[in-house]
């Protein structure tokens, strides 16, 4: 067989090979900040008084915020390697 054939395997959460590509592959900045305000603004509350890893799987980028009259809410980070954004988190949620 002719030229060069790559393959990425995770183990145990690190890339075998070239993770510094890997890893900036499913890397997306947002404002928790911001997201807590909006989050906030979106249920009618003042403040966002608590943020969590939501407990679903360990590759999710899934927060639960707790405002301060105690609604909650999931907030979903699309990861940016899965993707149109809507279609895994549409998923994801009909799991939950």
């Keep these: 067989m002719g030229g060069t054939m790559r393959t990425t395997f995770v183990v145990r959460g690190r890339f075998a090979a070239d993770e510094q590509y890997e890893m900036s592959q499913r890397y997306i900045h947002f404002g ?14 003042i ?3 608590s943020i969590e ?7 999710d980028k899934a927060l639960l915020l707790t405002v301060d009259d105690c609604i909650q809410a999931v907030a979903k980070i699309p990861n ?5 954004p ?11």
């Design 53 to 59: 890893r939501y407990p679903n799987g360990m590759d």
């Design 47 to 49: 403040s966002c008084v």
């Design 80 to 84: 940016p390697n899965a993707g149109r």
């Design 86 to 96: 809507h279609l895994p988190t549409a998923s994801e949620v009909a799991m939950m």
């Design 32 to 45: 928790l900040d911001k997201l807590a305000r909006l989050a906030a603004e979106a249920v009618g509350s």
